[in-house]
């Protein structure tokens, strides 16, 4: 059957909308200055919509696997080969400003210590109004209306006290909850979630879940989440990358990989985590 030049752009056209990922890395490399290699040869696809797990032991490279992604990586540490794709735009080879400005609108990230990323003498409202001010080019009273929404939808309770409070004067769980309403003001599709809950307790992590579920579900957020912790993997991720010793060693969807998982690394931390508990699980594969 022949297929005239219209209907085959009609047809890729579906097919790329459909099957291309928002996020796609392919044999990703990271080394630090001097030589070694710490990433070797990753592939990563993240579908649109989809959450998307990193699991695997501290310094197995998951970090800098998604700080190579933001365009964020320590000095000395770069990109020494393979592709990065965000909605189909190579993004190794984007000048720095490009992958800043892209840092603003597409992809954005929240991390691990809340408080180390806002300015402890300056209100969280003033700084989520300053970020919508810069970012969304909102104007001053705009950008604050917009921050109290924002504080609002993340389950802040009071939202126009808590605009008016200093960091010291939140919680840990409340701080990353301003911190991921700062990440998602300008409406990125991609947040990555990088141990993002690891230093909440135990309640009040499981509430941060469930605000990056609900992000998901009501905003079409797509979602990338490293942890340890396969508690937090299971709860949230469609998908899973266990990673060890800056590779893959398996990947799949999340029940599957956990509950018949082929790479005897994959089995350990299955293993670990139900002797020891998360707590446990986690203090041994952080070394400490
Ligand atoms: N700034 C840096 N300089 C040199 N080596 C680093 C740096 N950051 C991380 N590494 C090394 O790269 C490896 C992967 O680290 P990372 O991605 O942070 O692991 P993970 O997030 O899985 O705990 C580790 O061996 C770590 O020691
Ligand atoms: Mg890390």
Redo the contacts with the bound molecule.
């Keep these: 059957m022949s297929v005239s030049p219209d209907s085959a752009t009609a047809v890729r056209t579906v097919a790329d909308a459909a099957g291309e990922p928002l996020l796609s890395v392919r044999g990703l490399r990271?080394s630090?200055a001097g030589g070694s290699e710490?990433?070797h040869g990753v592939d990563l696809d993240v579908p649109r919509g989809s959450a998307v797990g990193?699991v695997?032991?501290?310094?197995?490279?998951?970090?800098?696997?998604?700080?190579a992604v933001l365009g964020l990586?320590?000095?000395?540490?770069e990109v020494t080969g393979g592709e990065i794709s965000l909605r189909g735009t190579e993004l190794t080879a984007l000048p720095a400003a490009d992958r800043a400005r892209l840092r603003g609108t597409e992809l954005a990230a929240v991390f691990q210590d809340p408080a180390s990323y806002l300015n402890p003498s300056i209100t969280v409202g003033a700084q989520l109004a300053e970020v919508l001010r810069v970012k969304a080019g909102l104007a001053r009273r705009a950008a604050r209306e917009r921050a109290v929404e924002l504080l609002h939808a993340m389950g802040l309770h009071r939202p126009a006290h808590v605009y008016a409070q200093y960091p010291f004067e939140l919680s840990g769980g409340m701080l990353q909850r301003v911190l991921i309403a700062m990440s998602i003001s300008t409406g990125p599709g991609l947040l990555i979630a990088?141990?993002a809950t690891t230093a909440l307790d135990v309640t009040v992590q499981a509430e941060v879940l469930e605000l990056l579920s609900e992000l998901r579900r009501d905003r079409g957020l797509t979602l990338l989440v490293?942890s340890?912790d396969l508690a937090v993997i299971s709860q949230l991720c469609d998908t899973v990358h266990v990673?060890r010793d800056?590779g893959v060693v398996e990947a799949g969807p999340t029940r599957q990989v956990l509950r018949g998982p082929r790479h005897p690394y994959t089995r350990e931390l299955i293993e670990d985590h139900e002797r020891f508990g998360i707590d446990r699980a986690r203090e041994r594969r952080s070394g400490r």
């Design positions: 990271v630090v710490v990433v990193l695997g032991e501290s310094g197995s490279g998951k970090t800098l696997t998604c700080r990586l320590p000095v000395g540490v990088d141990e490293v340890h990673f800056g």
